[in-house]
């Protein structure tokens, strides 16, 4: 099996299960999930990377970034209300 499609299958198999419970993630404030999750969307960005599609590791990259971001923004409005 080619790298790129280990990592994209491996990736796909950690982060689509976490990305359904991630609302609840970020309300119970779990961050071992949350590090899983961005594990999982590492993999798959490099794994777009390494197979020279740009656009799907643009949009994967994003996500990997914008996961955490949205994990702190929202954990710190729902502390502060």
Known sequence: MEVSK??????Y???VPLLF???RMVR???MPMLIALE???GLIAVGW??????RAAIINGA?????PIWYAY???TAQSS
Do not use: H, P
Not at 6 to 11: Q, T
Not at 49 to 54: A, E, F
């Open 63 to 67: 996500a990997f970034i914008g996961y």
């Open 49 to 54: 990377v390494i197979r020279d599609n740009k």
């Open 6 to 11: 280990a990592m994209l299958a491996g990736g």
């Open 39 to 41: 594990i999982g969307q």
């Open 21 to 23: 419970r991630f609302n």
């Open 74 to 76: 929202k954990g710190r």
């Open 13 to 15: 198999l950690v982060a």
């Open 28 to 30: 119970n404030r779990n």
